[in-house]
């Protein structure tokens, strides 16, 4: 792996601000190989650039690096742009990590952005098709008020009962 000198990650910065988008990608493919740390200030930094392919292309990547980015894109839930917050729930979802429901269900009962609260959910989704058991286990200790809990099965009942219809029965069992 090689590290990214600190005078080269600012020059991939400015040059992510080109108004060329291939080039724009093209840098962004260019970041496999280098350090994971290095990477990712970067592509959390793409998060809050203005174009959707750019941004999907990060949540993307981000996602494969896995848990180790979920605190960095929690903050990102709770700050900036709708379109920041919506490509963190985007990468949220991929990894699947359950430390990210409470940042997930705090959007969907708060952010009155309607992109927002669509990611949230399908990330909320993801989590659940991923690993059922858990996921029930982890909302029912969760110390969260019976309107985030209702909001969690609302949304799972309305996109998929198959998996509702698991954690429904899984929290009953319990």
């Not at 920041?84 to 269900?105: F, P």
């Not at 996921?135 to 998996?163: A, G, Q, R, Y």
Request: charged share 30%.
């Amino acid at each position: 792996m090689k590290r990214i000198s600190k005078h080269k990650k600012e020059n991939i910065l400015k040059l992510l601000r080109t108004s060329n988008i291939n080039k724009r990608l093209k840098l962004l493919d260019k970041l496999n190989g280098t350090k994971k740390r290095d990477s990712i200030k970067i592509l959390l930094k793409v998060l809050e650039d203005t174009s959707w392919t750019l941004r999907e292309k990060a949540a993307y990547k981000l996602a494969n690096i896995g848990n180790r980015v979920v605190p960095n894109l929690t903050k990102l839930c709770e700050k900036g742009y709708w379109f920041t917050r919506a490509s963190a729930c985007l990468s949220l979802g991929e990894i699947g990590d359950l430390r990210a429901l409470d940042s997930l269900v705090n959007l969907l009962l708060i952010d009155d952005n309607p992109t927002v609260i669509k990611e949230a959910s399908l990330a909320l989704v993801k989590m659940a098709r991923q690993n059922p058991v858990e996921f029930s286990k982890t909302i029912k200790t969760m110390t969260m008020d019976n309107p985030k809990i209702l909001k969690i099965l609302v949304i799972l009942e309305t996109t998929d009962i198959e998996v509702y219809s698991k954690i429904k029965q899984t929290m009953e069992n319990e």
